[in-house]
């Protein structure tokens, strides 16, 4: 039996749907917001990842200087608290997030004009790497702004 997951930002309720569990739309009330939608690809080790349709934008009045990942991201160094205005420090939450997290965790923390910014510095696994290249090919016509979409994370 396949499920949809649609995450809904405002709400921050989960809604089953029965069709397909690799595909999850953030999702507006009003349908004049386009979507974000995210399909489970396939990565090394047996794992997957959740890849966008397109680049989310965050709203630069609300992003921390620093943030503290939770466990379910940052297992290997849990309460490491790291310093989003040093590049170093972005590039590893974004290597986190785009390997452990899920579409709610890459809304939440990864910016598409930073994550355009790092791309070629990021250590990615191959078959991550590989996900996401259609979506850094011309990040200018794959990001969404937080205005436009809804992409600002849960809650």
């Not at 917001?33 to 990842?49: D, E, L």
């Not at 997290?101 to 991550?128: E, S």
């Amino acid at each position: 039996m396949n499920e949809e997951v649609r995450f809904i930002r405002g709400n921050e309720h989960t809604n089953q749907l029965a069709q397909r569990p690799d595909i999850a739309e953030v999702d507006r009330d009003d349908a004049a917001h386009p979507r974000i939608s995210f399909t489970q690809q396939q990565t090394t080790g047996g794992k997957s990842a959740w890849v966008p349709n397109r680049l989310p934008r965050l709203d630069a009045t609300s992003v921390p200087a620093a943030v503290e990942l939770p466990l379910h991201l940052n297992w290997s160094s849990p309460g490491r608290v790291f310093d989003l205005r040093s590049r170093a420090d972005r590039a590893r939450v974004y290597e986190i997030v785009l390997q452990e997290g899920q579409p709610d965790d890459v809304l939440a923390y990864v910016d598409g004009v930073l994550l355009a910014d790092l791309w070629n510095d990021l250590a990615l696994p191959r078959r991550l790497r590989a996900a996401w290249e259609p979506l850094m090919q011309d990040p200018g016509k794959t990001i969404c702004d937080f205005t436009a979409c809804d992409a600002g994370g849960p809650g």
